[in-house]
């Protein structure tokens, strides 16, 4: 085998097939895994994958496997490294184990993978079809917004759900906090709301989106709740009390903190 030959196979060309749009524009309280928290966001296909041909048959499916690309990551902390190895980490730290213990990078799911690669199965909400385009509205990604989209199967039951399964460090749904909101938080939520015009237009492609990205409702208080109760802070700074972290979440900064009863407390909600 040649030179030549040896490296056109160790690497793959995947295009980009879609776009997923969400609520979440930041790694920063993103769920770490698939169907944690059911937020409600949008693939949006891109020509030519996004013809309504290519998805007929997917509406018999309740689920479907995503595969898609960590574009938040920066492999090179300096940017001039050309080193081909650089950018492999042989072993990670999962928040799962407190953020000190290490294992092998393909004993576990982390973001920092030698192809960039995630995948997750996510809940097939509706196939919508907007000015000629396929949108697939789907909730439960751990995905952020602007993610690239590699492909798209459908969830199959009988093949894909294995009950008998062993999962290693991660044998059960991580612990949840409580999660409160001061009253003066609360308003502000509030009042973000009502300032909000909302018009009754005819569904477009970028209306559709706007919505998942920007609009802020009601129901996203609980969706807001659903994230922070997955403690998203580092592992080592768990403990610390009265200290501020801020998510950020469609149109709105959320500011929480750790209090001397063990919750986490939304303390103040400012518009980007």
Known sequence: ???????????????????????????????????????????????????PAAFVGLEDFSHIWVSWQFHHNYLYKDKQANKADSSF???????????????????????????????SVVKLEAIEIVEGRVLLIISGADMIDGTPIIDIKPYVTYSDA?????????????????????????????????????????????????????????????????LIAQDPRPAYRHKEVNTSFIMRYKSVDVSFQLIDSGELQITNIDTI
């Open 89 to 119: 980490r042989a072993q990670v730290r999962p928040p799962r184990l407190g953020g000190n213990q290490k294992i092998g990078v393909f004993a576990s799911r982390s973001m920092y993978r030698p192809s960039a690669l995630g995948l």
């Open 162 to 226: 294995l009950p008998e399964a062993k999962s290693g460090f991660a044998p059960s749904v991580p612990h949840l906090l409580e999660v409160t909101i001061t009253e003066f938080a609360y308003e502000k939520f509030v009042q973000i709301i009502s300032n909000q015009r909302i018009h009754n237009e005819q569904a477009t492609v970028k209306s559709v989106i706007h919505k998942m990205q920007k609009q802020l409702l009601m129901p996203d208080l609980d969706n807001i709740k659903a």
């Open 1 to 51: 085998m040649s030179c030549q030959t040896a490296s056109s196979l160790s690497n793959h060309i995947a295009p980009i097939i879609g776009y997923h749009h969400a609520p979440l524009s930041q790694k920063f309280g993103a769920p770490r895994q698939p169907n944690l928290v059911a937020l409600t966001s949008v693939i949006e296909m891109i020509a030519p994958y996004d013809t």
